[in-house]
């Protein structure tokens, strides 16, 4: 009995240690869990001594190439809360000094408190309520505010604009969704980032780091001033500043001339690569898209049928037609399926397949400078056919097609050249397997011979066609075209500052820029751009007209200036505007006019004229 007992007792005791062991633990996974997992328990602590204020950075500055203001910041407000500091308070005073309803009040509050949309909230931390008060707004609120407890108001600062151009190009900024809020810790709810243009692709470098206020509570919560005077405050880091390659004074003209009309227009400083304008038509000021008023401004741009919002240069794909022209010729030299005398015949067309492509009168049979003066729509579907359909070349057409695309590619095409915009397309430039698969392997030159003229499956956008021009003016490199010049105390990108050669050996490119030369000042074979010519100026062009199947054709023009050491090289694209010389030709003229006189000379004046007056939108018709 007695060894039972003992037996018991010792039983027991193990029982009570482990029950002691176990309540030990559960006490340190608590506090482990309140100390260092979850947040609240010390946010609550620090708010009963302090409020943390976010100090907002000063955004980066844009200036244009020649130190023109763009974009620069003005003071706005945002109503901050913190939820736990709340109490009753009149919600229709408080709504009607912010001009809102009650519902939109709720919604806002179910918002904050949301974790899935506000990760990390705690009710103990300041909350966005609202962002972008005007100073006037500020003003009346201010005077209230001690009739809203939990509410307090923040400095911020909003965009401003100093000319009501380049919206696309230079983007605009807006409030952060919740894919960023999940990406970047950087942001809390309520924060703004750039969404589109230099705004979105430059954002770590404009938006700067935020600073830390930390202020010193009483026992009724009321601030009491700085905490030991601001020695724990951290300072906010203003974003830098951007230098931009483009001329401000350009891209309004061409805005102006691409009044009433579809389009784009590029230009690029060969030499550099840099972009010196971007003109997408339909356009808008870009002051609409700042504020309160954003949101209902751009829910207006979306639902406009010309699509504003969309970036032509940049993510418009279309046919490049006969400006496609110059890049068949170089392949072709490299080769070797044409000479410089090598001449083709046509018989108002391509003479192989019965006259198609078909072609316009001008005299036969041309050499390659010849070709291009004249934009022959013979000649270079007769060199793909000796390229693809020579099996002294290649074994089989499907090798000698991908060599084709790999020229292609190394010219700029069917890829995206990389410049610092988001949102560039690609175009698009088939390989053999695309051709295997409709045609079940069984193809040839003639099958695709369109290709060679820019028809057919080909897509480009105007910035590669610009890209193009600009490759020609320096004679076989270009450098990725680039929009931002400079930015404070930060190198750019060896991208947007490393020459970039083709495929083609660049001693073929002069003969190409002689046939651009002769399109532009006529030769012995006749012209296609003689409207781009310019007194004192030696401009080398290109006319393309490409094929639309929903309407009238695309006018393009592609050119350079001057032929020696050029210094802009430009892409024309005007849709639904019939042949390449009726209007993307009188505008590259005037452009390149603009930027190398800087002023219109007075007989380009009724070229001028005619283009303001010009409206071919799509109801014109």
Not at 110 to 132: C, D, H, K
Not at 492 to 504: A, C, I, K
């Amino acid at each position: 009995m007695e060894n039972k007992l003992k037996y018991q007792f010792e039983n027991r005791r193990f029982v009570i240690g482990g029950a002691v062991i176990v309540i030990v633990l559960i006490f340190i996974v608590r506090l482990f869990y309140l100390q260092i997992v979850d947040n609240d328990y010390k946010a609550w602590a620090d708010s009963n001594a302090f409020l943390k204020r976010t100090v907002y950075p000063a955004r980066g500055i844009m200036y244009d190439r020649n130190g023109k203001l763009l974009v620069y910041n003005q003071p706005a407000y945002d109503v901050m809360l913190v939820m736990r500091e709340i109490q009753p308070f009149d919600t229709l005073d408080f709504c009607h000094i912010l001009g809102i309803t009650k519902e939109q009040f709720l919604n806002r509050i179910e918002a904050i408190q949301n974790r899935r949309l506000n990760p990390g909230y705690s009710s103990y931390t300041p909350q966005v309520f609202m962002t972008q008060l005007s100073a006037q707004e500020c003003g009346v609120l201010q005077e209230k505010l001690y009739k809203f407890p939990g509410f307090y108001v923040q400095n911020r600062t909003i965009r401003e604009y100093a000319y009501p151009n380049a919206a696309l190009l230079l983007g605009n900024v807006g409030e952060v969704n919740k894919r960023d809020l999940e990406k970047d810790s950087y942001y809390t709810i309520g924060d703004n980032s750039g969404r589109t243009g230099i705004e979105s692709s430059y954002e770590k470098y404009l938006r700067g780091e935020k600073g830390v206020e930390i202020l010193l509570r009483d026992a009724h919560g009321r601030i009491q001033g700085r905490y030991e005077e601001g020695k724990h405050d951290v300072a906010p880091v203003s974003g830098k500043n951007l230098k931009l390659s483009i001329d401000i004074e350009l891209q309004a003209y061409g805005e102006k001339l691409m009044q009433n009309k579809l389009g784009g227009i590029v230009m690029i400083e060969p030499e550099t690569g840099e972009v010196l304008c971007m003109v997408s038509s339909p356009t808008y000021d870009p002051s609409l898209l700042v504020g309160r008023i954003r949101g209902k401004n751009y829910a207006a741009l979306q639902k406009d049928p010309l699509k504003p919002l969309f970036n032509r240069p940049l993510m418009a794909q279309y046919p490049p037609g006969s400006t496609f022209k110059p890049t068949q010729g170089l392949i072709f030299l490299q080769e070797g399926v044409i000479k410089e005398d090598t001449r083709f015949t046509c018989a108002h067309g391509y003479t192989y397949r019965g006259g198609k492509p078909a072609c316009h009168g001008h005299p036969s049979p041309l050499p390659l400078v010849g070709a291009l003066a004249t934009s022959c729509n013979s000649f270079f579907p007769w060199g793909l056919h000796y390229l693809l359909d020579d099996r002294s070349r290649y074994p089989s057409v499907q090798q000698a097609f991908d060599v084709w695309k790999d020229y292609m590619v190394s010219m700029g095409y069917g890829y995206r050249l990389g410049i610092d915009l988001p949102g560039e397309k690609r175009g698009y430039i088939p390989n053999s397997k695309v051709y295997d698969k409709i045609y079940r392997g069984r193809w040839n030159s003639s099958t695709v011979i369109s290709i060679a003229i820019g028809q057919g499956e080909i897509l480009a956008t105007p910035l590669q066609i610009c890209n193009l021009a600009a490759t020609i003016a320096n004679r076989g490199f270009f450098i990725t075209p680039h929009v931002v010049k400079e930015i404070q105390d930060t190198p750019l990108d060896s991208l947007y500052t490393e020459r970039r050669y083709t495929g083609v050996d660049t001693k073929y490119y002069p003969l190409i820029a002689e046939g651009m030369r002769g399109a532009v000042v006529g030769s012995a074979w006749g012209a296609t751009c003689r409207g781009a010519n310019l007194p004192d100026i030696e401009v080398c062009g290109k006319t393309g007209t490409a094929e639309n199947p929903h309407g009238k054709d695309h006018s393009i023009f592609m050119g350079f200036a001057p032929y020696e050491h050029p210094k802009v090289a430009i892409a024309v694209f005007v849709e639904n505007a019939g042949f390449g010389a009726t209007y993307a030709v009188p505008i590259g003229r005037l452009m390149m006019e603009k930027y190398l006189r800087d002023s219109i000379l007075p007989e380009s004046r009724p070229i001028e004229e005619y283009i303001l007056n010009a409206n071919i939108l799509p109801n014109a018709f």
